[in-house]
């Protein structure tokens, strides 16, 4: 009854570090994909495939955390941490899925754009959730952590640029409402991004 409460050795930091690479390769194939103009259905079913790979990890985190009692960083922030990076790849599947949906087919700059920002934005958290192995390494985290938060900034002044040459030189309401949902979600994977090294910033206080 009570061997479910003994302390067992679980690699939960191993497990983020895996899940925060399956959000690199994500942002990895989409902005290749972007570059052709339009996902393909090679594309998109190896961008589901990413996307399952990473919810198995999830999954498996949250095993483990029922099973085991004693944590190396607060349970709470280990949840915290594996739902937001499952949620990085989630929301590059979606984007990727409904530029198939929308049958988009040309090179878009302002996506290219952000393709950038968001796979720099995804290796400063593969950074910072390498950097929970060793606390006391506080500097390299807390880098990541600023870079993370520059570039959502970036990615927030990126999406007003799209959106003003969007609603001034698109003249089709339906191109307009499928760019907009677009660049919407792009920049959505930026807060999602910066939402995970705010949780790492927490840790880093909570064990100074």
Not at 94 to 118: G, N, P, Q
Not at 138 to 157: F, S, Y
Request: net charge negative.
């Amino acid at each position: 009854m009570f061997d479910r409460f003994l302390p067992k050795e679980y690699n939960f930091f191993g497990l983020l570090e895996k899940q925060a690479g399956f959000s690199v390769a994500a942002a990895g194939l989409f902005k290749t994909a972007v570059a052709t103009g339009s996902i393909s259905e090679e594309t998109l079913k190896k961008m589901q495939e990413i996307e399952h790979e990473g919810d198995e990890v999830t999954h498996s985190i949250l095993d483990q955390l029922d099973k085991t009692f004693i944590t190396p960083i607060d349970r709470e922030d280990i949840h915290a941490l594996a739902k937001e990076m499952d949620d990085i790849t989630d929301m590059l599947c979606t984007i990727s899925s409904r530029m198939k949906i929308y049958k988009i087919s040309r090179v878009d700059k302002y996506l290219l754009e952000f393709a950038d920002i968001i796979e720099e934005s995804v290796l400063g958290v593969l950074c910072a959730i390498k950097g929970l192995r060793d606390l006391k390494n506080v500097k390299t985290i807390l880098k990541a952590c600023v870079e993370v938060n520059r570039l959502e900034n970036a990615g927030d002044r990126k999406r007003d640029e799209a959106f003003i040459e969007l609603f001034e030189n698109e003249k089709d309401p339906i191109a307009i409402i499928k760019w907009k949902e677009i660049y919407q979600e792009a920049e959505t994977v930026l807060d999602i991004c910066e939402d995970v090294t705010n949780i790492v910033e927490s840790i880093i206080v909570k064990n100074a």
